[in-house]
């Protein structure tokens, strides 16, 4: 199969398995998985990688001949434990060695859907071949490869946006959400507060973020718990005067998104919400205050699944790497 | 770049009617080194499923005159030339080509040019013949990866209850999606499996 063949195919892979298999990538990522997924050509001197290693790629021939040892689960695993262990030490992302795994494999299961097959299973000699029917797999360099290429290439336009949400947040986004609006009345710590709505105080929990605790019974007021409730409660219960200087509102008001996947109220009677605040007051409610509470290092992220788990996932890691908030302030506490 | 992958692997080109054959060697499954020759009391049969063993077998003891049409039932006592003996062998059940074969094969070596599959094997042995095997020496074997589909497709439908078990609404539908996926697709899977040699 052609260079471009394979790397079309790895990144689909990539893709597919980011959305299946809830990991999130970063650029890196994607180029090992393109990396990886030419490399097992490296014993065949008359391909692209074999040209640019010369005569590594022609020992590696001599030694093992095409489709053998490099094409097998024997160097899967090696390649994935050798390179993938070094980028995920250099890069500080586990996901690189997912995908140095992942396109390495594809480049595997692509050559096993080609006539010749290849020996999965060396030192073993057998052919491992998939589909079993001859007919049925792809001729290197036909039409049926040009077929492969254009079907990977659409599968994976269409698990890139997948895999950026994952695919609970896909689920969560198709299963829709409840809006509401209201003014918040009280903040009762950095990720619950209460919210006047319909004439109605409703106590919120913040969903998929976690500040340290402050007014737990049983508990000790976490590290960097007070400011992080003090950061939500200037954001959110800032008293709204109107031009004269008259207090229009004493809480801020916000738009509430509760989706309709999943349990609405947590153990303790709370609504599960995001929290939409309107910055430049232009009546559209569009900064995620639940995300905001992550980026400036105010809040951990929880673990299970939610609508917008992935981008709170990124905007924890730049937080961490950047030392905002508690990352820097109490590094050395666990993360429940 | 790729493999010759046709099965046969240009074997019919280099059959004889007799005698050792240039490229083949001699083997039963267990042991390499029991090879030897082709002799008179031998029979040699084409690779194939167990009906057409039994079969090429009977044709094959036909030819060798130790085989009377008249004794299976769908020739119905009439002469009958090679293919419409071949026909008649055909239209007979596998338990009545055993009985006619029994008494003639027993005891003698039965080779086969290529892969004979377990059921066959096992129905010559039970007759009392000694099967051998005759494979190309650079024979590729052929590992056909397609039931692995269907290894996903049971782990897509423990993963649905596993997820009940876990209150996983997201994975309960994506296992269950894949599972839909796997189901629908169950006859063209099936259709994409290696038919078997021979």
Redesign the interface.
């Known amino acids: 199969m052609k260079v471009a063949t394979h790397i079309v195919f790895g990144e689909c892979c990539l893709f597919a398995a980011s959305a299946?298999f809830d990991f999130h990538y970063e650029t890196p990522s994607v180029l090992a998985a393109a990396l990886c997924s030419v490399l097992p050509d490296a014993d065949?001197p008359?391909s692209w990688l074999g040209h640019q290693l010369g005569s590594i790629s022609e020992d590696l021939h001599r030694l093992f001949g095409?489709?053998s040892f490099m094409h097998s689960l024997l160097a899967l695993a090696l390649v994935t434990a050798a390179l993938g262990s070094l980028l995920w030490w250099l890069t500080g992302q586990s996901a690189t060695m997912i995908s140095v795994g992942v396109g390495y494999g594809s480049h595997l299961f692509a050559d096993?859907m080609?006539?010749?097959?290849v020996q999965?299973?060396w030192p073993g000699?057998?052919?491992?071949?998939?589909?079993?029917?001859?007919e049925?797999r792809v001729?290197?360099g036909g039409n049926s490869e040009r077929v492969f290429v254009a079907l990977a290439l659409i599968l994976a336009l269409l698990f890139y946006p997948v895999s950026r949400v994952g695919?609970?947040g896909l689920?969560?986004r198709l299963g829709g959400a409840d809006t509401l609006y209201g003014t918040v009345t009280k903040v009762t710590d950095g990720d619950t507060i209460e919210v006047e709505t319909q004439g109605r105080t409703t106590p919120v929990r913040l969903i998929g973020v976690d500040t340290p605790e402050t007014v737990a019974p049983d508990e000790p007021i976490g590290c960097y718990g007070k400011e992080a409730s003090a950061y939500t409660k200037q954001i959110l219960y800032e008293r709204q005067t109107d031009k004269e200087g008259r207090v229009v509102r004493e809480g801020r008001l916000v738009r509430l998104e509760i989706p309709r996947?999943?349990d609405s109220e947590d153990a303790y009677g709370r609504t599960l919400a995001y929290v939409w605040i309107d910055t430049d007051d232009d009546g559209e409610y569009e900064h995620l205050f639940n995300e905001d509470l992550i980026e400036q290092g105010y809040a951990r992220t929880t673990t299970f699944?939610h609508t917008y788990r992935r981008e709170f996932e990124r905007a924890r890691e730049e937080a961490e790497e950047r030392g905002a908030g508690l990352w820097s302030a109490c590094p050395e506490v666990d993360v429940p | 770049m790729d493999f010759d992958t046709s099965k046969n692997g240009g074997r019919r080109e280099h059959r004889h009617r007799s005698g050792e054959i240039p490229g083949f060697s001699t083997a039963t499954r267990t042991d390499s080194s029991k090879a030897r020759a082709l002799e008179d009391g031998d029979f040699r049969i084409p690779a194939g499923s167990r009906k057409a063993a039994l079969v090429h077998l009977a044709l094959e003891a036909w030819r060798k005159g130790l085989l009377d049409p008249k004794e299976l039932g769908e020739v119905r006592g009439r002469i009958v030339d090679e293919a419409g003996l071949q026909r008649a062998l055909y239209r007979s059940s596998i338990g009545e080509i055993e009985h006619v074969l029994g008494p003639i094969v027993k005891g003698r070596r039965i080779v086969v040019e290529g892969r004979l599959a377990g059921t066959g094997r096992t129905a010559l042995q039970r007759l009392g013949a000694g099967v051998e095997e005759l494979r190309l020496e650079d024979e590729r074997r052929y590992v056909d990866m397609t039931p692995a589909i269907f290894v996903v497709a049971a782990v897509a439908m423990a993963v649905r209850y596993v997820s009940l078990g876990l209150d996983d609404q997201s994975l309960y539908i994506l296992a269950g999606m894949a599972f839909a996926l796997m189901y629908g697709l169950r006859p063209f899977f099936f259709k994409m499996q290696r038919p078997r040699d021979g």
């Open positions: 299946v065949y008359k095409h489709r096993m080609t006539l010749g097959g999965l299973f000699r057998a052919i491992a071949v998939f589909p079993g029917r001859d049925y001729v290197s695919f609970d689920i969560y996947i999943g699944a």
